[in-house]
């Protein structure tokens, strides 16, 4: 098998980060490139280690989104998962990562284990703050159960679970684009559902239309035959509603513009090859805090 090459690519991830801190992106896209290798130079290792490491509020998005992919993967399988299954598995899970990264079990495999922002940089949470988030990923499943959103395809056969949190891409303008639809499902139109743990934002409404082009891409899908529906999990008073599309020519044109400005920070285009010294850090210092880059960010 030859070496992974660094091929570029844009993502709504992406994006948000570049315009964040370009600081970080470089960290995060390039400096820790090859950083998996054993023989990387220790600056490069130590970059791949701070990019996987995850904040208490992206772990518990990541639990609730991987066990809702759970019950879904079972429910397209043909079994239902009671809810308080799914609430075991998910206290669990929590359980597990949680000593994971206070065990620095890391050390042992960075993919594999949990590693937090507040551990590696000794921010522990209090008992109260803690208890307080774990609460938040069991009542987001106990909210996915009463919103009843297995109701709205329970008629669908295996063919018709299309997407269960799957990484995908396609091509836009020659760009390879990413996305992550949580879940995708087929009935008389395409319906793609996103988890959300967090507050609803005015920024959803992007990323959800985003997800309008790539449902044309890889199904052939035209645009009154998708919906997309934000999922705001932390209320079960939810409106199950599919959110109003942004124009897609307006979306085109955005990504082309975010992918130039990623151009910009490069040496060489073909090759992916970035300048750090074309990554200046944020001006919002108050979010360096906060950074898991920071140890490199000096």
Same mark, same amino acid.
């Given at each position: 098998?030859?070496?992974?090459?660094?091929?570029?690519?844009?993502?709504?991830?992406?994006?948000?980060?570049?315009?964040?801190?370009?600081? #970080? =992106?470089?960290?995060?896209?390039?400096?820790?490139?090859?950083?998996?290798?054993?023989?990387?130079? &220790?600056?490069?290792?130590?970059?791949?280690?701070?990019?996987?490491?995850? /904040?208490?509020?992206?772990?518990?998005?990541?639990?609730?989104?991987?066990? *809702?992919?759970?019950?879904? &993967?079972?429910?397209? #399988?043909?079994?239902?998962?009671?809810?308080? %299954?799914?609430? *075991?598995?998910? !206290?669990?899970?929590?359980?597990?990562?949680?000593?994971?990264?206070?065990?620095?079990?890391?050390?042992?495999?960075?993919?594999?284990? +949990?590693?937090?922002?507040?551990?590696?940089?000794?921010?522990?949470?209090?008992?109260?703050?803690?208890?307080?988030? *774990? @609460?938040?990923?069991?009542? /987001?499943?106990?909210?996915?159960?009463?919103?009843?959103?297995?109701?709205?395809?329970?008629?669908?056969?295996?063919?018709?679970?299309?997407?269960?949190?799957?990484?995908?891409? $396609?091509? +836009?303008?020659?760009?390879?684009?990413?996305?992550?639809?949580?879940? @995708?499902?087929?009935?008389?139109?395409?319906? +793609? $559902?996103?988890?959300?743990?967090?507050?609803?934002? &005015?920024?959803?409404?992007?990323?959800?239309?985003? =997800?309008?082009?790539?449902?044309?891409?890889?199904?052939?899908? #035209?645009?009154? &035959?998708?919906?997309?529906?934000?999922? =705001?999990?932390?209320?079960?008073?939810?409106? +199950? #509603?599919?959110?109003?599309?942004?124009?897609?020519?307006?979306?085109?044109?955005?990504? %082309?513009?975010?992918?130039? %400005?990623?151009?910009?920070?490069?040496?060489?285009?073909?090759?992916? /090859?970035?300048?750090?010294?074309?990554?200046?850090?944020?001006?919002?210092? !108050? !979010?360096?805090?906060?950074?898991?880059?920071?140890?490199?960010?000096?």
């Amino acid at each position: 098998m030859g070496k992974l090459q660094n091929i570029f690519s844009w993502s709504v991830s992406r994006d948000r980060l570049f315009n964040e801190c370009r600081r #970080a =992106y470089y960290y995060h896209y390039y400096g820790a490139w090859g950083g998996w290798e054993r023989d990387a130079p &220790e600056s490069v290792r130590k970059a791949y280690l701070l990019k996987n490491m995850h /904040s208490i509020d992206t772990w518990i998005g990541d639990v609730v989104h991987q066990t *809702i992919k759970w019950v879904l &993967e079972n429910k397209a #399988a043909g079994k239902d998962i009671a809810i308080d %299954a799914a609430r *075991i598995r998910i !206290k669990e899970h929590l359980v597990r990562t949680w000593n994971q990264s206070k065990e620095k079990q890391w050390v042992n495999g960075i993919k594999q284990n +949990l590693n937090l922002f507040e551990h590696y940089y000794d921010r522990a949470p209090s008992q109260e703050l803690l208890h307080d988030k *774990i @609460a938040k990923a069991v009542n /987001s499943i106990d909210n996915f159960y009463k919103m009843k959103i297995t109701d709205i395809f329970s008629g669908v056969g295996r063919d018709g679970f299309l997407s269960i949190d799957e990484l995908d891409s $396609f091509d +836009l303008n020659g760009v390879k684009v990413y996305a992550v639809p949580d879940f @995708a499902v087929k009935q008389d139109r395409y319906i +793609l $559902f996103d988890w959300k743990t967090g507050k609803p934002s &005015e920024k959803d409404r992007f990323q959800l239309s985003f =997800y309008v082009l790539y449902a044309q891409a890889k199904w052939r899908a #035209a645009l009154d &035959e998708v919906e997309v529906i934000p999922v =705001y999990l932390s209320s079960p008073d939810c409106v +199950l #509603a599919p959110v109003p599309v942004v124009d897609l020519n307006q979306v085109r044109q955005y990504v %082309a513009e975010s992918v130039q %400005a990623m151009h910009g920070i490069l040496i060489d285009i073909a090759a992916n /090859s970035a300048d750090m010294e074309r990554c200046p850090k944020t001006q919002f210092v !108050k !979010k360096c805090n906060f950074c898991r880059f920071r140890e490199l960010c000096v």
